[in-house]
């Protein structure tokens, strides 16, 4: 199964290629029609990727760069970028946020509002912005935004709902970071990591206008104490928003494109699904492996981001190795080899992308006395992965653009 574990890993890390953050940047800012006109920049980067978007931007205007503030997820920091441009770099953690949050917050907000009058903004953000940055209504309280992030990620929302719900409590997300604008131009480029590409979702919408008539009810027995409902959203026809454009430059329809690509030039039949995952991981692992075995030969490629519900003291992975493993139990014993991975180095808390599964995982779980049943109900499929030998890291990639499935049927 050597060759194709190796091919699956060098298709995926092609995709990883084709979205990261600096090459995308990079693109977009060089194109003819890229609307953000020659001068002054003061650069704003946020998110898992801010780092790569924001030596990206070096690369093409950098020296147009004449202050910046980069905000990232801890440990994806590049500590080369200060170097290269005149920026300030915060980490903050992901994805429970707590008082480094908070601070990266305030200090967005103090950027902002110090910049010149006659200052134009190039803006840069990412997936993992909700959680690196925050700025709460009243009494700032740390350990209540992290007990309230908590619950959001263990109750099986998808990321547009868990978004919203984060957004009724912000100061700066839908779009209530554009007053601190004051009317002055901001192009925003961004990698989406939500089904749709919706601006006003991705990052949950630190510069887009709120969608007419969004007022969702938050879906919560109760707020945590400590924390409290942020003041009402602008209105989406507020003038503020006039001088404020945004553009996605990456996306998982593009990695899956380059996946396709990849797989054609191996010569494979692909099977390319347009439609994004969601749902419960195990149940997507399941359906996606009897798919595989019984389907034809070739590669099958699927995007998305699916949920996973977790018991209270879950284990360890995130929702790709969960899904990884719910598919190994189906593929036991066939030729079939998965993919399942964040594009963003991290699924789920710890520092494994996701996992690469064949018709052998389950056997070499098992001999050390694991059990794949007892892994998912415990939301523990980290650690059976860890020993099966499956488990798969990238490391930092420099972009976020939801998760994928590949599969090869050979």
């Not at 990079?26 to 980067?45: K, T």
């Not at 429970?96 to 305030?106: K, Q």
């Not at 490629?301 to 209270?312: A, W, Y």
Request: aromatic share 2%.
């Amino acid at each position: 199964m050597d060759e194709p574990r190796a091919l699956l890993e060098a298709i995926y890390r092609t995709a990883l290629r084709a979205v990261n953050g600096r090459h995308a940047v990079a693109e977009a800012l060089a194109r003819p029609d890229s609307g953000v006109a020659a001068g002054p920049l003061h650069l704003i980067a946020v998110g898992k990727a801010a780092a790569a978007m924001a030596n990206g931007a070096a690369d093409v205007r950098g020296d147009d760069v004449v202050s910046g503030l980069v905000i990232t997820r801890t440990g994806y920091d590049d500590p080369e970028l200060v170097q290269r441009l005149p920026v300030q770099q915060l980490t903050a953690p992901h994805p429970v946020p707590d008082e480094r949050s908070l601070a990266a917050g305030a200090a967005l907000v103090d950027y902002l509002a110090a910049a010149p009058a006659d200052a134009r903004f190039l803006v840069l953000i990412s997936g993992g912005a909700s959680s690196l940055v925050e700025r709460l209504a009243g009494k700032a309280d740390p350990l209540a935004l992290s007990r309230l992030n908590e619950w959001l990620l263990a109750s099986g929302l998808d990321i547009g709902r868990m978004n919203a719900i984060r957004k009724q409590v912000s100061t700066i997300k839908g779009g209530r970071l554009a007053s601190w604008l004051a009317g002055r131009r901001a192009d925003v480029l961004l990698i989406s990591d939500v089904p749709g590409d919706d601006p006003e979702v991705i990052g949950s919408g630190l510069l887009a206008p709120p969608e007419a008539g969004t007022a969702r009810p938050l879906g919560l027995p109760a707020l945590p104490a400590g924390i409290q409902p942020a003041p009402p959203p602008p209105d989406p026809g507020d003038p503020m928003f006039r001088a404020i454009r945004h553009r996605v430059v990456a996306s998982n329809a593009i990695a899956r494109a380059a996946v396709e690509r990849a797989a054609a030039g191996h010569g494979l039949p692909v099977q390319l699904d347009s439609e994004l995952l969601g749902g419960e991981a195990v149940e997507l692992g399941t359906q996606l492996a009897h798919s595989l075995r019984t389907g034809p030969a070739g590669i099958v490629i699927r995007g998305g981001e699916p949920t996973v519900t977790l018991p209270p003291r879950p284990g360890r992975g995130g929702r790709m190795q969960t899904l990884a493993l719910s598919a190994a139990r189906v593929l036991a014993g066939s030729p079939c080899v998965l993919l399942a991975a964040g594009t963003d180095g991290a699924d789920g808390p710890g520092e494994d992308a996701g996992a690469l599964v064949d018709g052998g995982t389950l056997a070499r779980g098992e001999a050390v006395g694991l059990m794949a049943d007892t892994a998912l109900e415990q939301a523990d499929a980290g650690h059976f992965l860890a020993v099966s030998g499956d488990l798969l890291q990238t490391g930092p990639t420099g972009t976020n653009v939801m998760d994928l499935v590949i599969g090869l049927k050979p």
